[in-house]
């Protein structure tokens, strides 16, 4: 047996309603996020952490810049790797989530503009035809997708880590034919309110809550009246 809804419950979403309409169609506040840029980079070579240290973690990948070095961490490390020990005849084009827009450098957002700590977020795409090619990838992950009627593999890849000034010496185990841009920003997200649709929705409410108070009135009874209703059947 479905129990009757009561109607102090009745009432009281009857009485939020037209007040919730108020202000979900006419919301004063909202969000806008950007990402300023902190600095730029070229990758040149890659590392690889070969035992810990007091700054980093054994089997960290290191992205070789010249002003920075990217270390990350080595549960990521451990998945990019995979990747760029792919025996392929081309480079892998990095894009967004979207395949058809390639990214003109890689993205390293900050946790903010401070911080040593960075997430990068990209996906990478290779365009093959090679049955012995699409194995490979096939094998590391990449995605058999589509777009603009082309065929393509695809696979999104998330990369965290911390940043830190390049030293004078290096030894890369090894080295791009040409270097990877990277742009480094830090997300900001500002809050905004509409002072004119605040004042509209506040001037509002109270006759919301009148034209609510009328429906409730009427909810009221016929609430009660399934409650009657239904011990009339027992």
Request: hydrophobic share 40%; with cysteine.
């Amino acid at each position: 047996m479905i129990k009757p809804i009561s109607a102090v419950v009745v009432a009281t979403l009857l009485l939020n309603g037209c007040t919730f309409i108020v202000w979900g169609m006419n919301d004063p506040f909202s969000e806008t996020t950007s990402y300023p840029l902190v600095g730029e980079d070229s990758i040149q070579s890659f590392g690889m952490v070969k035992e810990n240290t007091a700054q980093l973690a054994k089997n960290s990948l290191v992205m070789m810049g010249k002003q920075y070095w990217f270390v990350v961490n080595p549960d990521d490390s451990l998945k990019l790797q995979a990747v760029l020990n792919a025996d392929l005849d081309k480079q892998f084009q990095m894009v967004e989530q979207n395949p058809r827009y390639t990214y003109r450098a890689l993205p390293v957002t900050l946790k903010s503009k401070e911080s040593k700590a960075f997430t990068s977020d990209f996906c990478l795409r290779y365009d093959t035809e090679k049955a012995a090619e699409a194995a490979k990838l096939e094998a590391l992950s990449f995605k058999k997708t589509s777009s603009d009627n082309k065929s393509f593999y695809l696979r999104c890849m998330t990369a965290e880590g911390r940043y830190y000034q390049a030293p004078q010496s290096l030894k890369a185990d090894y080295r791009f034919k040409q270097s990877v841009q990277v742009e480094i920003r830090y997300k900001v997200t500002t809050k905004h309110t509409d002072a004119g649709k605040l004042i509209e929705n506040i001037g509002a409410t109270p006759l919301a809550l009148a034209g609510d108070a009328v429906l409730a009135v009427v909810a009221l009874p016929l609430a009660a009246f399934g409650k009657v209703a239904d011990s009339l059947r027992k």
